[in-house]
C-alpha cells in the first residue's frame, strides 16, 4: 500500500488548499477515499438520527502534477485513510508560497500522510517544512460503508442562488430562530423562511431555474407530473445550513437543492466547479 503525490503548479496548489478548508469547515473527520483517478473526502453519518453526510469528488489531474498510489491489492487497488480535515488544512497554510509540496503515506511510528512543503531560499539549498498527519487506515471490510451515496427521489430540484447573498441572509436569519424552512417549486421560486412566536420572516428567489433532471441521465423522480407552482418544504436546522454555507471557498459554477417531503425528509445541496464535486445531505425535522 503505497501513495505519494507532487503539486508544483501555484494555482492547482491554492485550489487544492481552497477545497481542504472548506471541508475542514464541515467536519471534524472525514474519509479520504484514494484510487488511481480520483481522491474522495467522505462523511458517513446516519442523516435520519439527526447527522449529515457529505461526499467530496477530485479528479486528482486538475489537482497534483505527480501523482502514484498502489491499493491494498491488485483487484482493490484503493486506499481508505481516517482524517482529520483541519491538520491538513493547517499543514497547507504553509504552503502559499511553496516552490513544490510533496504528500505522502508514511508508516514510521504510526500510519501518517507526511507533507514536505519546498519553500523558496534566497541560497543554493532549499528550505523544507515536514508535516506527519496521523491517519487511521480502513480496513477492506467496511470499505462499503463509503460507497457514495444514491441519488434519493426528490420531490423539486432546484438552483441555488449566489452562495454570498443566501450566506448573508442565513446569517441574519440565525439571530431569530434555530430552525429555517426551505421551500422551493419547479417554476424557479425559491423561499427562506423563519417563524417564532414574535416575528415571521420571508425571503424570495426567483428565476433560479430548475435542472433537467428528467432528460440528463435518465434520472427520474416524483418531479414528473408535479404542478409546477406547488412548493416543497423542508424544515432544517440553521445552524448546519450556516456552518455549510459559511465555509464556502471553492466557489462552484452551479448548485443546487433537492428537496425530498415524505414521511422521511431530507434535503440535499449538490455544487459543482470545474475541480470537484460536492454533495451535502442534511436531515430534516418535521414542519407544522
Known sequence: MRFRAKIVDLACLNNFSRVINTISKLTKTCTLRLTVCKLYFILSDKVANGGASMWCELCQGNFFDEFQMEGVAAEHNEI?????????????????SAKAVKIKLTNKHCPCLRVAVELPSLSSSSRIVTHDIPVGVIPRRIWNDF???????????????????????????????????????LSGEMNLKIE???????????????????????????????????????????????????????????????????????????QWSGDLTLLYLLSLLPSD
Open 80 to 96: 481508505y485513510l481516517e482524517l482529520v480535515p483541519e491538520n491538513l488544512s493547517r499543514a497547507l497554510k504553509t504552503a502559499h
Open 147 to 185: 460507497r457514495e451515496p444514491t441519488m434519493p427521489d426528490f420531490d423539486v430540484s432546484i438552483y441555488l442562488p449566489v452562495l454570498k447573498i443566501m450566506k448573508s441572509v442565513v446569517e441574519r436569519m440565525k439571530n431569530l430562530s434555530n430552525f429555517i424552512v426551505i421551500e422551493a417549486n
Open 196 to 270: 417564532t412566536d414574535l416575528v415571521s420572516v420571508t425571503t424570495h428567489f426567483k428565476d433560479l431555474g430548475n435542472p433537467p433532471w428528467a432528460s440528463e441521465e435518465g434520472c427520474q423522480s416524483s418531479a414528473q407530473g408535479r404542478n409546477l407552482e406547488s412548493m416543497a418544504e423542508a424544515c432544517i436546522d440553521i445552524k448546519k445550513l450556516q456552518q455549510l454555507l459559511a465555509g464556502q471557498q471553492v466557489n462552484p459554477t452551479k448548485a443546487l437543492c433537492n428537496i425530498m417531503q415524505r414521511v422521511k425528509r431530507r434535503l440535499k445541496e449538490r
